[in-house]
Every structure is written in structure tokens, then in C-alpha cells.
């Protein structure tokens, strides 16, 4: 089978099982409706927060509240896309319970791919409205001369802030699938990202700052492209050449990811959980 042959038929499978997850969550009304509540409430909580607590000590570490909720809309708009295609990397632990995963291993479909199908993300249509308004919000407050460049800078921040929310997932579900009891590490990385993915760099101890940049790269999802669409390159911690490498750091992580994930497979396949 040629590549294209390929693409045309994990396309194909894409669709069907994206249709079936859909008419699963669709018919449990209630379910459908919680979902969306649960992703707007969720996401306005962390905005209310930052934008209290930059109100009322304006201006912190030289970022105004219009900049800081740019650095939360993108990362919030980030975290929509990884919502929409890959959060049911998250779910791997659910589904080998649930033993839909074994079943994947032995279709001849990408595992990843009937995974990130398998249910589809109603509360990713929660994320995106709070994104898309907020951003709405914020880039009104700041007045930006909006260029095509610093137009193309914010879409390579999210999509970078995307995919390595996706690499830190394929990570951590890498760990799942070789150790049981370890899906916890979900719930942990969301929290990281989530409390500290939404603010400027420079309001944490320089220990934080370090490993967000240099460990964990938190910082990359909306920090440092934000600052180089802002303008505020120069301000940044470890230098401004930071702000325009989120793309690059993040095609590293997939890598790794991606990594991760395949090992984890044949380990899984090999021992089951």
C-alpha cells in the first residue's frame, strides 16, 4: 500500500470511529450538556483569577493585564486544539479497563489513531468558545498592529503550544502503558500546565523559571511566543533567542513522545497491564 493509499485509509477510519464517538456522547443529553458546562466553567475560573490578581497589583513584572490574558488565551486556545484531536491520549488507562484498548492492538488501524477517536471531546467545544472570547477580550484591550508576521507568530504559538501538550501526553501515557497505577501523571501534568502555563515567566522564584524552561517545557506552550508577538523579547528570562524557539522545542518533544508511545505499545503488548 503507498502512503497516500494510507493516508486515504486512517482518514477514512478517522471519520467512522470520530461518528460513532460522536452519536455515543449524543445520546446521553445530559452528559452532552455537562461536558460543555464543565469546560467553560473550568477555563473561566482560571481566567477570573488572573485577571483579579493582575488588576489589582497592576503591572506585574512589567506585564499589563492585556498581555497576561494574551499569554492565557493562547495557551487556552493551545490546549482547545490538543482537546479537539488528542485528549483521549489521556483516557488510555480508562480504555485498558474498559479492555477497548486490547481490542485496538489487534485491528489493522493505527493504536494511536482509534485511540484519539475512540470518544469524541465535548468539553473542547466549552475550551474553544472561553479561548476564543477571551482572546477576543484581550487583543481589543491591548491594540496590537496586527501584521501578517505577528499574525503568523500567534498561530505557530498555539499550534507549537498544541503539539507539546500532545508530546507531554504521548509522554506520560508512554509511562502508562508500562506501569499500572501510574495515571495520576495525567492529572498532574494538566494541573502544571493549567496553574502555571498561564502566566508570565518572570512572576515565578528562579527555580520555577528554570524548570519550566529548561525540564518541563511549560513555558514554551504560551510564554516565550507570546513575548516575541508582543514585542517583549528582550524582557524574557535566559535571552530573547528563546521566544523564537517554541516550534522547534516542540518537534523535539513529539519526537520523544512519539517515542515514548511506541515503546510503551510493545511493552503493554508484551505484558499486558
Same mark, same amino acid.
Given at each position: ?5 494510507? &493516508? /486515504?485509509?486512517?482518514? *477514512? ?20 450538556? %455537562?461536558? &460543555?458546562?464543565?469546560?467553560? $466553567? ?33 495557551? @487556552? @486556545? ?7 484531536? +488528542?485528549?483521549?491520549? *489521556?483516557?488510555? #488507562?480508562? @480504555? &485498558? ?21 475512540? /470518544?469524541? #471531546? ?5 475550551? %474553544? $468558545?472561553?479561548? !476564543? ?13 496586527? $501584521? ?29 502503558? /508500562? /506501569? ?5 501523571? +495525567? ?13 508570565? @515567566?518572570?512572576?515565578? #522564584?528562579?527555580?520555577? *523559571? !528554570? !524548570?519550566?524552561?529548561?525540564?518541563? #517545557?511549560?513555558? +514554551? ?8 508577538? %508582543? ?10 533567542? %528563546? ?26 503488548? *508484551?505484558?499486558?497491564?
Amino acid at each position: 500500500m503507498t502512503t497516500t493509499a494510507r &493516508i /486515504r485509509s486512517a482518514a *477514512r477510519i478517522a471519520r467512522a470511529t470520530s461518528r460513532a464517538g460522536l452519536r455515543e456522547r449524543l445520546a446521553n443529553k445530559g452528559d452532552f450538556v %455537562l461536558a &460543555i458546562v464543565n469546560g467553560v $466553567t473550568y477555563q473561566i475560573t482560571v481566567l477570573l483569577f488572573a485577571t483579579v490578581v493582575f488588576t489589582r497589583f497592576p503591572p506585574l513584572a512589567g506585564w499589563t493585564v492585556g498581555q497576561v490574558l494574551l499569554v492565557s488565551s493562547a495557551r @487556552l @486556545l493551545a490546549h482547545s486544539v490538543f482537546v479537539l484531536g +488528542f485528549t483521549n491520549v *489521556r483516557e488510555v #488507562p480508562y @480504555l &485498558i479497563r474498559q479492555g477497548r484498548f486490547d481490542s485496538f492492538l489487534v485491528r489493522p488501524a493505527s493504536v494511536f489513531l482509534q485511540v484519539c477517536t475512540s /470518544r469524541f #471531546p465535548l468539553n473542547a467545544v466549552g475550551d %474553544l $468558545t472561553v479561548a !476564543a472570547t477571551s482572546l477576543g477580550v484581550c487583543l481589543s484591550m491591548l491594540r496590537l498592529d496586527w $501584521t501578517v508576521a505577528r499574525v503568523c507568530s500567534l498561530v505557530l504559538a498555539v499550534a507549537s503550544g498544541a503539539t507539546l501538550e500532545l508530546a507531554l501526553a504521548l509522554c506520560v501515557a508512554g509511562i502508562v502503558l /508500562r /506501569r499500572a497505577g501510574t495515571e495520576a501523571l +495525567f492529572s498532574w501534568l494538566d494541573t502544571v500546565i493549567g496553574a502555571f502555563g498561564n502566566y508570565p @515567566l518572570s512572576v515565578f #522564584p528562579t527555580v520555577l *523559571r !528554570a !524548570a519550566f524552561t529548561f525540564a518541563l #517545557p511549560v513555558a +514554551f506552550v504560551a510564554f516565550y511566543p507570546v513575548a516575541a508577538v %508582543l514585542g517583549k523579547a528582550e524582557s524574557v528570562p535566559y535571552g530573547p533567542a %528563546l521566544t523564537m524557539v517554541a516550534p522547534l522545542v516542540a518537534a523535539v518533544w513529539l519526537a520523544v513522545g512519539g517515542w515514548a508511545w511506541r515503546t510503551g505499545l510493545r511493552a503493554y503488548a *508484551r505484558r499486558g497491564w
